[in-house]
């Protein structure tokens, strides 16, 4: 019994495809925001247990390995000084109007003419104030971006997205099929076709359908379904190049 625990260690589990995929996509986020903490220069709240005020700092730097973030000095002694014993606080900010929020506590201090800074271990996780936590991105007219699908018993069916994430999609069709969409929990072959990069085939998850009559058209919002590195690399670059073209919804 001895033996098979010690040789269970190298035997573990691997996490699902999915589960990896997913970690990616979190990551990927975690890692776009504080890039953009650190470029604007936004500040940061830091509070300690059993101090009722909160400091303030901004985030000067990011390891490109992902193991640490460098912090500018806590601007009160206090503080500092509970920063350099180790005490574990709460970094705070906002970012695109989302709060957020993760804790950590210093590894180790220096200074650079006399102005005091901080490592503090890369975040694994960061909790965000609502359940949306991957950008939007509205598609704008003058990009050709489409979706071409197959439903049960219809040719393949030609559709312009409206928006798109690392996660999801919005497509609208200029027919009604809402009954035919009502009935599906998902859309097994669904291939988008880019201006940017050749066409990459997904399978969807139906979240929500609706009907515009005055229009005659359908809107479908889906989560992208099974995903895989391949897929997740496609709509990373998709919406990288997207960024600059549009808003985020």
Not at 65 to 74: G, K, P
Not at 111 to 128: C, K, M
Not at 211 to 239: E, M, P, R
Request: net charge positive.
């Amino acid at each position: 019994m001895k033996s098979f625990k010690w040789l269970s260690r190298f035997y573990r589990k691997k996490k699902p495809m999915q589960s990896l995929v997913q970690e990616q996509v979190q990551n990927q986020v975690n890692d776009e925001i504080l890039y953009d903490l650190k470029n604007s220069r936004s500040p940061l709240s830091i509070t300690f247990l059993d101090v009722k005020d909160p400091f303030v700092s901004i985030l000067l730097d990011i390891d490109v390995n992902r193991q640490f973030l460098v912090i500018d000095e806590i601007n009160a002694s206090l503080g500092h000084r509970l920063a350099c014993k180790g005490e574990v606080f709460t970094v705070s900010a906002t970012h695109k109007g989302v709060p957020l929020l993760f804790h950590t506590k210093v590894m180790d201090h220096s200074q650079i003419n006399g102005i005091s800074f901080y490592r503090v271990p890369f975040p694994r996780t960061i909790d965000y104030m609502q359940r949306r936590i991957t950008s939007r991105f509205a598609v704008p007219f003058d990009v050709n971006l489409i979706a071409d699908f197959l439903l049960p018993k219809k040719p393949l069916i030609r559709a312009s997205i409206i928006d798109i994430s690392l996660t999801g999609i919005r497509i609208s069709i200029p027919h009604n099929v809402k009954s035919i969409v009502d009935s599906l929990h998902k859309i097994e072959y669904c291939r988008i076709l880019s201006p940017f990069f050749p066409a990459h085939a997904f399978s969807l998850e139906v979240k929500f359908v609706q009907y515009i009559q005055g229009k005659q058209k359908t809107v479908v919002g889906c989560q992208f379904a099974q995903l895989d590195n391949v897929g997740l690399k496609f709509l990373s670059q998709l919406v990288t190049r997207l960024q600059p073209l549009t808003r985020t919804i």
